[in-house]
């Protein structure tokens, strides 16, 4: 199981202007809002009220923040690329499950838990829909409906169908993918693996995994580092475990 996340992973882990000025590296530019453009996004255009259409979001160090109010079409090329890592993954699958013998030791842990955020520049804010055969390469947070291979959010607030899955930070409605995961859940995913550092919405999937327990897990096998309530073919807790109902 450990191994498959691994590679899943992998995947988963590819008009009218209204004027401010900003200093950024020492460089006085002069941002512009638009109702479109394509992306990456220029380090002139600091909010889009309307379409972006390209091959993504990557990280750019001359700009601070950016918005989009409305659509983002993104012909992504992060999959080709996933798919090379997937293959490299498989290459050195003996070497992955003798080294997930060392995992073990530290699963109860905070580290094994947590997401890693994304620090890079710049922070992109998305309110609408995104539609994209990749991910976000730079920070982002996103408030709308997110169709795509999988994707990785510091906060998410709305509907993610992906087939991969979402990763995100903090996270509040429903995410369905092969993979989701994040630091707080106050929602929804419905997957083959979910796993949360907090839960207090709802883990639906085969595998379901949390540190922190105040929702509710539902899975063929389950297992929380804390109490919480568990439906499953096994159901583990820090406090014991039992087939098909453990709280």
């Excluded at 996340?5 to 530019?29: R, W």
């Excluded at 809002?33 to 002139?44: E, G």
């Excluded at 073990?104 to 829909?129: Q, R």
Aim: aromatic letters at 10%; glycine letters at 8%; proline letters at 2%.
């Amino acid at each position: 199981m450990k191994t498959s996340i691994l590679v899943i992973l992998s995947f988963v882990f590819g008009c009218s202007y209204a004027q401010n000025s900003v200093l950024i590296e020492k460089d006085s530019v002069e941002l512009h809002s638009q109702i479109f453009s394509l992306s990456p996004m220029s380090k002139k255009v600091d909010k889009v009220n309307g379409l972006v259409f390209g091959i993504g979001h990557v990280e750019n160090k001359r700009v601070a923040n950016q918005t989009i109010n409305g659509l983002n079409v993104e012909a992504n090329p992060a999959p080709i690329a996933g798919a090379f890592l997937a293959f490299m993954s498989l290459m050195y699958l003996p070497e992955s499950i003798k080294n997930n013998k060392k995992v073990d030791s530290i699963k109860n842990t905070e580290a094994y838990y947590k997401i890693k955020n994304m620090n890079y520049s710049p922070d992109l804010k998305l309110n609408g829909l995104n539609i994209s055969t990749g991910c976000f390469f730079t920070t982002t947070s996103m408030n709308g409906l997110n169709v795509s291979a999988g994707n990785k959010f510091k906060n998410f607030n709305g509907l993610s169908v992906t087939v991969l899955g979402t990763i995100a930070d903090h996270q509040n409605g429903l995410s369905v993918g092969i993979y989701n995961a994040n630091n707080s859940l106050a929602g929804s995913t419905v997957g083959i693996y979910n796993q949360s550092y907090q839960l207090t919405g709802l883990h639906l999937g085969i595998f379901n995994q949390t540190r922190i327990n105040r929702g509710l897990q539902i899975g063929v096998f389950n297992k929380s580092n804390s109490k919480g309530f568990q439906l499953g073919l096994w159901n583990i807790n820090n406090k014991r475990s039992m087939p098909f109902l453990n709280w």
